[in-house]
């Protein structure tokens, strides 16, 4: 989105580990060639970041301020239920926990409301104990212990009805702000009950989310797929049409409703320009505002790329299959560009499998002589969908400073160059790159080194474009404007992790022509000055996409 920046989805500086097989005799017939294998070196280990994002404001060319939310780097990935259970459905998300007993609405707001009043206090309230849904589906609160005879305090034990299954009376006629539930205080170290409104959200402005609840008198609730900054995503059932969407509940603060208007603009502009879906964007189905809160309805797809992926042991996809993936995108992105719109948020988590559905084949371990083979997952079907437009920008209008997650940002974003359609190509090189290998292009979270590690794999800066550069980040640079790299505060690690970057030309080995199509292709992608760079409409007639790549594993 224009004016915040934080809505797309939050996820994982990856390590990753690369899976790089050959044909084994019992897994496919000799027309199934392997992938070739990329040569490997040691990874760094896998490091733990905690979310990093700030608030800031920008003051455009018109002197209004804008706040800006900038999401520094990214949680480590967790597997979604879809992808653990197999056969579901995945947005790449932080998944729910559900445990019993089902925490109502009614349940969690009381719970949340004692925690908050005994924090305020000095007594502190006995924790309710845990006990399991009785088969009258009601929520019974404990009471505590008696107080001593002399105590004028009470303990009322309440009995509440939680929300019916699949009642719609029960959640939306009635609707939860004016239901009267049970809400709790600490008076004197006891706790006490009094009946008054519950709010449907948790005290950040997220709606809770409650199975078989019924949102606009239409769509039941099936399971939380994912949250993120902006909000949360949500299975449900369309009860007018029997089908399953997926419903992105935007948060009930002013911000993010003000930003997801800007979403739902682009996303029916791309609806209008493309009713039949030729370009494979996403299709808003259904958009309105639900106790204050935004809700985007759309259709319900596979897992992620990044999510098949990881389940995979992050080995790297089929050539063919990457050439499939990469004529979508790219028509995709084209589309966009075409209609004035910067994605600026290209990323495998951004990016859907229309099916799950794959097929197992055993493959060799490389290196392990006696290791027993592994088995990899092959997909049957290529077809994908390009998500999220949160961040989605129209070139005329306002541009924030940074955009795009990290490990898929363009040199230019880095250096404060300003930025337009070309930074979509860079992340699409990254990505393309990513397909190949199975892991991250560039493992960092630090600017600097993230430019050299840049230069590993591009050799250095063209010098007009190291020029502008060192004129916006002078921090960056030293005479001459040459890359300042490494600091003397550098850490070994890091260094260590720009010497182990390898050039394009070795991560992409050019010893067939299908290779040497696709490096020259990527190399293409990923040029430093966006000048220079190739725009998507160019890239699709590349030579890469008129080879014949036979099926591999």
């Not at 090189?429 to 397909?435: D, Y």
Request: charge should be positive; glycine fraction near 4%.
């Amino acid at each position: 989105m224009a004016a915040v920046h934080a809505l797309p989805i939050m996820h994982s500086y990856h390590s990753r580990q690369s899976l790089n097989g050959i044909n084994s005799a019992s897994a496919a017939g000799p027309s199934v060639l392997p992938t070739p294998p990329v040569a490997s070196r040691k990874r760094k280990r896998a490091q733990q970041y905690t979310v990093s994002y700030s608030e800031v404001q920008e003051t455009d060319s018109d002197g209004r301020v804008r706040d800006v939310i900038v999401i520094e780097d990214t949680p480590p990935p967790t597997m979604s239920p879809a992808t653990t259970n197999g056969g579901g459905y995945s947005a790449s998300y932080q998944p729910p926990v559900f445990a019993p007993p089902i925490r109502t609405r009614a349940r969690a707001a009381a719970e949340a409301q004692a925690i908050s009043a005994s924090s305020s206090t000095s007594g502190v309230a006995p924790p309710p104990k845990k006990r399991k849904r009785d088969p009258a589906d009601e929520v019974r609160i404990l009471p505590a212990k008696k107080p001593a005879p002399s105590s004028q305090n009470s303990l009322a034990v309440t009995q509440t009805k939680s929300w019916g299954s699949r009642s719609a009376a029960a959640t939306d006629d009635v609707g939860c702000i004016n239901l009267l539930r049970t809400s709790f205080i600490v008076s004197n170290g006891v706790l006490q009950t009094s009946k008054g409104p519950v709010s449907c959200d948790d005290k950040e402005g997220h709606y809770i989310i409650v199975p078989d609840d019924v949102i606009h008198k239409r769509y039941r609730t099936v399971r939380l797929l994912g949250q993120g900054t902006f909000g949360k995503v949500v299975e449900a059932v369309d009860t007018f049409k029997n089908s399953r969407v997926a419903i992105k509940i935007i948060r009930a603060i002013p911000k993010y409703r003000d930003a997801s208007k800007i979403e739902i603009r682009v996303l029916e502009t791309l609806k209008k320009r493309d009713p039949q879906n030729l370009n494979k964007c996403i299709h808003l189905l259904d958009t309105f505002d639900h106790r204050n809160h935004v809700c985007l309805v759309s259709e319900l797809l596979g897992m992620c790329v990044y999510d098949f992926l990881k389940d995979n042991d992050f080995a790297p996809f089929p050539r063919h299959h990457i050439q499939s993936f990469a004529r979508q995108l790219l028509s995709s992105v084209a589309f966009l560009h075409r209609e004035s719109l910067i994605h600026t948020d290209l990323k495998p988590e951004n990016i859907l499998l229309v099916h799950n559905d794959y097929s197992l084949v055993n493959i060799a371990v490389p290196g392990k002589k006696n290791a027993p083979p592994k088995s990899k997952r092959i997909l049957k079907s290529t077809d994908i969908r390009l998500i999220d437009f949160g961040s989605a920008t129209f070139e005329k209008e306002y541009h924030s400073q940074v955009v795009s997650t990290r490990h898929y940002r363009a040199p230019e974003i880095i250096l404060g160059l300003g930025w337009s359609f070309p930074c979509d190509v860079y992340s699409l090189g990254c990505i393309l790159v990513e397909f190949y290998t199975g892991m991250a292009l560039f493992q960092t979270h630090d600017n600097l080194e993230h430019l050299a590690m840049m230069e590993m794999v591009m050799g250095k800066m063209p010098e007009r474009f190291a020029r502008a550069g060192a004129r916006s980040k002078p921090e960056f640079f030293k005479e001459g404007s040459k890359l300042d790299w490494p600091k003397p505060k550098a850490s070994r690690q890091s260094k260590k992790d720009v010497r182990s970057t390898r050039p394009l030309a070795d991560v992409i080995l050019p010893h067939d022509l299908i290779n040497r199509h696709f490096l020259n292709l990527v190399q293409k992608l990923l040029a430093f000055d966006p000048a220079q760079r190739i725009t998507v409409a160019e890239a699709l007639k590349h030579p890469y996409f008129s080879l014949n790549i036979p099926a591999e594993i």
